[in-house]
Antibody, heavy 124, light 108 residues
Framework: EVQLLESGGGLVQPGGSLRLSCAASGFTFSTYAMSWVRQAPGKGLEWVSVIYSGARTTYYADSVKGRFTIFRDDSENTLYLQMNSLRAEDTAVYYC?????????????????WGQGTLVTVSS | EIMMTQSPATLSVSPGERATLSCRASQSVGNNLAWYQQKPGQAPSLLIYGASTKATGVPARFSGSGSGTEFTLTITSLRSEDSAVYYCQQYYSWPPVTFGQGTKLEIK
């Protein structure tokens, strides 16, 4: 059974930093692209970042580029999101999501499993 | 960036009836279109991908159709547990990955 368990959320002041983790199990983690998707309170879904298998390729939403870094530790089956220079508008539940495979890179952004999310609140 | 627009924003339907949700892309996404269901307090879950292929365990009451820029999610024989927000998402051209703003389905 695929499981994704996020942790690391909490309350942080504007300008602060936070590192989120997503522990994966039930699949061969190293062979799948993984993403972070966030949802501000009462709002819709916003894709944040993706990292390919092998970790050589990453992409970011413009809203977080230069502030957030996605990385992975395949030996620990764990995905991370390092968040720096946090702003009030980064307040959201952050989900990690597993990419699908279909013979095309496009499916890396098809999310077939999601974690339960971790809440990040940026406030003074 | 491909914009995804869903309609209506809210849909109220009686149990046993049919619900039809729409999603429009600002440019063609082929059939690289997914639907997700998000129940209150829960994470999203994949319902439909490839515009019309049901994800594992999705009941036959759910079906997806369309290609290019116009897509539809149809739910027949509505049950109370279908009450949720439904999002469409394109995975044809990214980054950025883009979602629609969601349709809230209420069961009367």
């Amino acid at each position: 059974e695929v499981q994704l368990l996020e942790s690391g959320g909490g309350l942080v002041q504007p300008g602060g930093s936070l590192r989120l983790s997503c522990a994966a199990s039930g699949f061969t983690f190293s062979t799948y692209a993984m993403s972070w998707v966030r949802q501000a309170p009462g709002k819709g879904l916003e894709w944040v970042s993706v990292i390919y298998s092998g970790a050589r390729t990453t992409y970011y939403a413009d809203s977080v580029k230069g502030r957030f870094t996605i990385f992975r530790d395949d030996s620990e089956n764990t995905l991370y999101l390092q968040m720096n220079s946090l702003r009030a508008e980064d307040t959201a539940v952050y989900y990690c999501a597993k990419g699908h495979t279909c013979g095309s890179n496009s499916c890396f952004a098809l999310f077939d499993y999601w974690g339960q999310g971790t809440l990040v609140t940026v406030s003074s | 960036e491909i914009m995804m627009t869903q309609s209506p924003a809210t849909l109220s339907v009686s149990p046993g009836e049919r619900a039809t949700l729409s999603c429009r892309a600002s440019q063609s996404v082929g059939n690289n279109l997914a639907w997700y269901q998000q129940k209150p307090g829960q994470a999203p879950s994949l319902l439909i991908y490839g515009a019309s292929t049901k994800a594992t365990g999705v009941p036959a009451r759910f079906s997806g159709s369309g290609s290019g820029t116009e897509f539809t999610l149809t739910i027949t024989s509505l049950r109370s547990e279908d009450s949720a927000v439904y999002y469409c998402q394109q995975y044809y051209s990214w980054p950025p990955v883009t979602f629609g703003q969601g349709t809230k389905l209420e069961i009367k």
